[in-house]
C-alpha cells in the first residue's frame, strides 16, 4: 500500500525487453533506498513494481505484459522522470489516502489553467471509472493522492499547487499527455458491498 505522496522524482536510465516482457532501471535521485530490499515494493507513477535488483541510488523491477497493457509505462522512455514512492509501513503518517498501486485506467489531461498560485487540471476518465469519482473525494493521478474539485460525465478537475509541480512529474505533463489512474479504494469497496446487498435482497 502506498499513500499518494510522493518521496521523489527519479529518472528512467534503461529500458530492457526481456522475453516479451520489460525490465526497467530507475535511478532514484534523492529517495533513500537504505530500507529498502529485494522484493520490496516502489510506486512508479502510481504503478507497484517489486525491486528485483539494487546497486547505489538506483533500483531494476520486471513490468509485465499485463501492465504495460493498461498503464502509461509502457510509453517511457530512457531519461523520463517518474514519480516513486517506497510502500507503506505502519507506523507512517497517511498524509494522502490509501492508494493500491494497482492502477485502474489511463486518462488523458484535457485542460490546463491559471487558478491564483496554483493551476486548475482537468482529466478524462475511462467511461468505466467515472461512477468512482465524486467531488472532494480522492483520486490518484500517477501515483499523486488529489481532491477532486468536480466531475462532469467522465470529466474531473483537480487544483496543483505549486509545490505539487515543482516535486512531481505534473512539471513535464501538457494537454494530452496521458496518465495513470487509481479510482478511490473506498468507492470500489462501497460497491462491493452494495452489490452485495442487492444480490442477497433478490435470492
Not at 486518462?107 to 489553467?113: D, N, Q, R, Y
Request: some cysteine.
Amino acid at each position: 500500500m502506498f499513500t499518494g505522496i510522493v518521496q521523489a522524482l527519479g529518472r528512467i536510465v534503461a529500458l530492457e525487453p526481456v522475453a516479451g516482457d520489460l525490465r526497467i532501471e530507475i535511478d532514484t535521485g534523492d529517495l533513500i533506498l537504505d530500507d529498502v530490499k529485494l522484493g520490496d515494493s516502489i510506486a512508479v507513477n502510481g504503478v507497484c513494481l517489486t525491486v528485483i535488483a539494487l546497486t547505489a541510488g538506483r533500483f531494476s523491477a520486471d513490468v509485465s505484459t499485463e501492465t504495460l497493457s493498461c498503464t502509461t509505462l509502457s510509453a517511457l522512455a530512457c531519461g523520463a522522470r517518474v514519480n516513486l514512492e517506497k510502500a507503506l509501513r505502519l507506523a507512517d503518517r497517511l498524509g494522502g489516502h490509501l492508494v493500491s498501486g494497482h492502477v485502474d485506467g489511463v486518462g488523458e489531461v484535457v485542460a490546463i489553467a491559471p487558478d491564483a498560485r496554483s493551476l486548475r487540471w482537468e482529466f478524462a476518465l475511462p467511461a468505466p471509472l467515472a461512477r468512482y469519482v465524486a467531488a472532494k473525494g480522492s483520486i490518484a493521478v500517477d501515483g499523486v493522492s488529489l481532491t477532486v474539485n468536480s466531475v462532469a460525465g467522465r470529466r474531473f478537475s483537480v487544483n496543483l499547487i505549486p509545490h505539487t509541480l515543482q516535486h512531481t512529474i505534473f512539471g513535464d505533463l501538457v494537454v494530452g499527455s496521458s496518465v495513470n489512474i487509481e479510482v478511490d479504494l473506498m468507492a470500489r469497496y462501497a460497491e462491493r458491498l452494495f452489490a452485495g446487498e442487492k444480490t442477497a435482497a433478490s435470492d
